[in-house]
């Protein structure tokens, strides 16, 4: 079993690469943004209440998101590993999920970082935004403050799990397939 962590500011291109080593690596790959999406697209109260602080480019309270992301987990006994991409975000998130892996006798392999500069993320969101039409990828101001957020609170994770010997990253430019290869390198590395 494998069992990693996509880690990088919004736009890093953690959807993106999950996509390719779920397949790859036969691995479940939970998204922390998109299971959100999915409750606000459906109406539910879960996506009502997230709804109100993706609007504005703030994280979802600690305890919605570490609870939600229980009950992914929760849903797929079978899985052979799991991409975890958006989670965590905040040093509670990072304990709760050590904690939720240790309760089922599971662990955190690896953290991955994609790494790219600011100017360029943004650039790649609001290219993101005319597609998709998420609303938080359409107006740089709420782009700077997703950016504040992850400074803030996400950023010391690097170092939470640097010092668990878990930390890794990569260069988060160049074609996807590129990325996918260095990628892959350090999930090869691993086992
Ligand atoms: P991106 O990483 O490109 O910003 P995501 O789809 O991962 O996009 O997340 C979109 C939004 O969903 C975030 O800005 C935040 O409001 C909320 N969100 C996602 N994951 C978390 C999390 N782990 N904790 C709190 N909020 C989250």
Redesign the pocket.
């Known amino acids: 079993m494998i069992n990693l962590v996509l880690f990088g ?4 291109g ?2 993106t690469q999950a996509n390719f080593l779920k397949e790859k690596y036969d691995l479940k790959h939970i ?4 299971v ?2 999915f409750n606000i697209k459906n109406g539910t109260e879960l996506g009502t209440l ?1 709804k109100s ?2 609007d504005k ?6 305890q919605v ?1 570490i609870d939600m ?1 229980n009950a992914e987990v929760e849903k797929n006994p079978e899985a052979k590993g799991f991409i975890f ?6 040093n509670a ?1 990072a304990e709760a999920l050590d904690c939720l892996m240790e309760g089922k006798n599971m662990m955190i392999h690896a953290t991955i970082a994609l790494e790219a500069n600011d100017e360029i993320l943004i650039e790649r ?1 609001l290219e993101r935004g005319k597609i998709s039409g998420r609303s ?2 359409q107006d740089e101001s709420k782009i700077r403050n ?1 950016f504040e ?1 992850y400074n803030e609170k996400t950023a010391p994770l690097i170092e939470f799990y640097k010092s668990q010997g878990k930390f890794h990253s990569v260069d988060g430019i160049g074609s996807i397939e590129e990325i996918t290869g260095r990628l892959s390198k350090v999930i090869e590395a691993l086992q």
Request: net charge negative; hydrophobic share 30%.
């Open positions: 500011k919004p736009g890093a953690k959807g998204s922390t943004g998109d959100f999406r997230a602080f993706i480019g703030e994280l979802v309270p600690d998101t992301l991409d958006g989670f965590p975000r905040t998130q969101l938080d990828d997703r957020e």
